[in-house]
């Protein structure tokens, strides 16, 4: 199986698998320290709103496409990580089939415009699916700038002014995001209860806390 796997015609089928495998494991460290990653990047991405597919059309057909590929949709790095496993798993599993049946490796001039096919299918089909279940906090179309005087708590790690925290923010319409804070003054420890007073140039929010 590793030598399927590192062959030259699966490189860039097992590049994507190990960059997925890296994005994981940088999570799941990240988590253990108080900061996450996914909330980082969705924080740091500027606001697109691509939620309705008559509204993105009407934007032109490059907004049209990140619209149908559910990119904007979903939160970035769910969005990157559905790509990358789909078009990993797509190319092997051609690249496999084709051994099967031959007992050769297809010429990628062939088996790569054959696995960005079924990736643009799997962004598109198992997007929309992933909307459906996903909470709505994950895909609000609410913008940033809204959570500016909402009030929320931190829920991990502590929040410094060099070193933001994550933060959990109610809306008026009770969806609850997931944004990165920085304390305004003091520092803000987990479970302190927090509202937020403006964005950083840096993506994330500072925050002042409502605890006396």
């Not at 904007?72 to 190319?91: C, V």
């Not at 906090?137 to 994550?166: C, K, L």
């Amino acid at each position: 199986m590793l030598e399927f796997l590192l062959a030259d015609a699966n490189v860039i089928y097992s590049s994507a698998l190990a960059l997925l495998l890296a994005l994981a494991i940088f999570e799941g460290v990240a988590q253990l320290v108080g900061f996450g990653i996914l909330s980082l990047v969705d924080d740091a991405l500027p606001d697109i709103d691509l939620q309705s597919e008559m509204d993105a059309a009407s934007l032109g057909t490059l907004a049209a496409l990140m619209s149908w590929l559910n990119l904007g949709r979903l939160p970035f790095m769910i969005w990157l990580t559905l790509f990358l496993s789909s078009f990993a798993i797509s190319g092997l599993a051609i690249q496999m089939l084709s051994i099967k049946l031959s007992n050769t490796f297809l010429p990628n001039l062939l088996a790569l415009p054959l696995c960005l096919f079924f990736t643009v299918f799997s962004l598109h089909h198992l997007g929309h699916k992933l909307l459906r279940v996903l909470p709505k906090n994950e895909s609000s179309a609410v913008s940033h700038q809204t959570f500016i005087g909402m009030a929320g708590r931190i829920i991990r790690g502590t929040a410094r002014s060099d070193f933001p925290a994550e933060a959990e923010i109610i809306d008026q319409f009770k969806q609850k995001h997931f944004v990165m804070v920085a304390p305004e003054e003091h520092e803000l420890a987990t479970g302190c209860q927090i509202v937020i007073v403006e964005r950083s140039e840096r993506g994330h929010y500072i925050a002042r806390s409502l605890d006396i």
